[in-house]
């Protein structure tokens, strides 16, 4: 991933997880956007909803190189960035949503977004799938599901 190698990684993952629109800029200043473009776009959305000065711009490039790649949730993403999407926000963490794709049938729980075994809960059935290679694309592939349920990604609070 070129300049997104260990801490920096390590802190963008961490701003997206607590959506932290501030802290997730900085860590994107100076370093390009394409291998990490579903985490740059959660801070970039988050940073736009806390009025981060410069998030405009960011949110702008982000969304042009979302459309660019085109790869699984770039336009559910780019779509977010531009404005309304008509989703409902759904605290859920797309990793996990990945991961029960990648395993097989679970449920995500539409109150709270957490992803649970089928038989712990009840919930929308996320289907098993053949994801694509790499943590960012498979962060997307999980976007696009969500999307065609209803749902956009937005932070989740204690």
Do not use: K, N, S
């Not at 940073?47 to 660019?68: I, K, M, N, W, Y």
């Amino acid at each position: 991933m070129g300049d997104w190698e260990g801490e920096a990684l390590a802190r963008l993952r961490a701003a997206a997880h607590l959506g932290d629109g501030a802290g997730g800029c900085e860590v994107l200043r100076g370093r390009p956007l394409r291998p990490v473009l579903q985490y740059a776009g959660d801070v970039i959305t988050a940073a736009l909803a806390q009025g981060v000065p410069g998030a405009e711009a960011l949110a702008r490039e982000c969304a042009d190189e979302l459309r660019r790649r085109g790869g699984p949730g770039d336009a559910e993403l780019a779509a977010e960035l531009e404005g309304d999407t008509g989703l409902t926000g759904l605290p859920v963490d797309l990793g996990a949503v990945a991961a029960a794709m990648d395993e097989g049938f679970h449920v995500l729980d539409v109150e709270r977004g957490d992803v649970l075994a089928v038989d712990e809960g009840e919930g929308l059935l996320i289907p098993p799938a053949v994801l694509p290679e790499g943590e960012d694309a498979r962060r997307g592939a999980a976007r696009e599901w969500l999307a065609r349920q209803g749902y956009r990604v937005v932070p989740r609070v204690l």
